[in-house]
């Protein structure tokens, strides 16, 4: 059997910066290639990357979802980094407080919050989106909900974007980025109760530990995966929405024109730039896919930006086009391990929409600069020139 095989580098700066040529280079290859330089099989086709997201026993993340072993040693203990039976209880307690119900009670809030931003925002009619939103918003709202307090906010940012960071190779990126995620694994381990607000989800998690509804010791692992997914990704799609509709103001203009498109427009932006475009599991045993043969032990790198591409499932995959609808997208992932924290990203981010969409008709953009980061993509600044008010 002859192996697709390329000397891609998938964590090189020039893929991150702008992965979709070479996404489309080795999806058009197969849906399976070998890529030694990662030492990695990658998968590139929507239907390989969503049937193997929806296979835990093939493709384990028990070992890790990261690209080196010290992050996934790390990451023991938490759901990301478990199969059932484990999964099935650390998930349970992660999600008992980000459910849609258990969410309800908070759209009212995050709306106004959102609006309130974007006003002063289109008010001040110059400002850099990452900063003044992209980063401001989910920060706000994340640290308010786990209920972390003093100093630990001023870490959130930098802690969160250093445990992505990690899940790569050992390069560079990595090598600076473990000292700071290191701050990151030791507050959690020495983090108590008491130093959550009361009421927070953070504090419910300690809760569910004394009544032993999830193992000992696993409270604080959870606190962890809050921290370090629950911002940098939110931060990359918050500011990607204010690039994509600044850069295509006629789908912004349909928005405006029919608000009940603001879920669709949220989809479509993390298809179009999805957050996360390359993520890790392990094959547990030799399985063949698409007549190629992964071994046993290897590590696979999914590639959900590739997936999200791919004409073969969608139509004029490379355009942005809000009214697509496509919910089926794969960048909250898919099966046991999708996005734990959906409810929230998708409360934010439609908060963010609905306020643009109603407060501004049109947004004048300088240059948007990108720094290689190894697991998210995102925009690190954006300046907005001038906002044309509706
Ligand atoms: C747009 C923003 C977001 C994106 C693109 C995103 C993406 C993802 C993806 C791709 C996965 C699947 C990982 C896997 O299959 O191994 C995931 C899992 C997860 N996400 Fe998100 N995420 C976002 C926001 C959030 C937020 C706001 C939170 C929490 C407050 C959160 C918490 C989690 C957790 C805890 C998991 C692990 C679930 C499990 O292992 O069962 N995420 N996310």
Redesign the pocket.
């Known amino acids: 059997m002859s192996v697709p095989t390329s000397p891609v580098d998938l964590f090189s700066d020039e893929v991150l910066l702008d992965p979709y040529p070479t996404l489309a280079e080795l999806r058009e290859l197969s849906g399976v290639v070998h890529l030694p330089a990662n030492d990695v099989w990658a998968l590139t086709r929507y239907n390989v990357v969503r049937d193997a ?1 929806g296979d835990w026993e093939t493709f384990s ?1 028990a070992a890790g ?1 990261g690209f080196n072993p010290m992050v996934n040693e790390a990451l023991q203990g938490t ?2 980094a478990s199969d059932p039976p484990q ?1 099935t209880a650390l ?1 349970a307690a ?1 999600t008992e407080n ?1 459910s849609p119900r258990a969410l309800r009670g908070l759209k009212g809030q995050i709306d106004a919050k959102a609006d309130a931003l974007v006003a002063d925002l289109v008010a001040s009619g110059s400002f850099d989106a990452i900063d003044s939103i992209a980063r401001a918003f989910p920060l706000e709202i ?1 640290a308010d909900l786990v209920g972390f307090t003093g100093e630990v906010r001023s870490h959130m940012l930098d802690w969160g974007k250093a445990a992505n960071q990690v899940i790569g190779p050992l390069n560079q990126r990595t090598a600076e980025s473990f000292p700071i995620a290191g701050e990151l694994y030791a507050w959690c381990s020495t983090v108590t109760k008491g130093d959550l607000a009361e009421g927070s989800v953070g504090r419910g998690v300690f809760e569910a530990e004394e009544r032993g509804a999830i193992p000992p010791g696993s409270a604080g692992p959870i606190i962890h ?2 921290l370090a ?2 911002v940098e ?2 931060v990359s ?1 918050i500011g990607n929405i204010i690039a994509l509709f600044a850069a295509h103001p006629d789908q912004l203009a349909l928005v405006r024109e029919n608000a009940s498109l603001v879920p669709a427009a949220f989809n479509e932006v ?1 298809r179009f730039w ?3 475009n390359v ?1 890790g599991r392990q094959a547990t045993k030799d399985v063949e896919v698409e007549g190629v043969r992964i071994p046993a032990g290897a590590r696979v790198a999914v590639c ?1 930006g590739a997936g999200n591409r791919d004409p073969r499932h969608y139509e004029d995959p490379d355009e942005f086009l809000v009214e697509r609808n496509p919910v089926d997208h794969l ?3 898919y099966g ?7 409810g ?2 998708r409360l934010e ?1 439609h908060a963010v929409i609905d306020a643009l969409a109603r407060r501004v008709e049109r947004l004048v953009v300088g240059e948007e600069v990108r720094v290689p980061h190894n697991a998210t993509r995102s925009i690190d600044s954006l300046p907005v020139l001038e906002v044309v008010p509706a």
């Open positions: 997201l993340s979802i759901s990301l999964h998930r992660l980000l994340v995966q809050y997914a629950g990704n939110t799609a993390l999805a957050p996360i993520w959900l960048s909250l992932g046991i391990h999708g996005c734990a924290g959906q929230l990203a981010a």
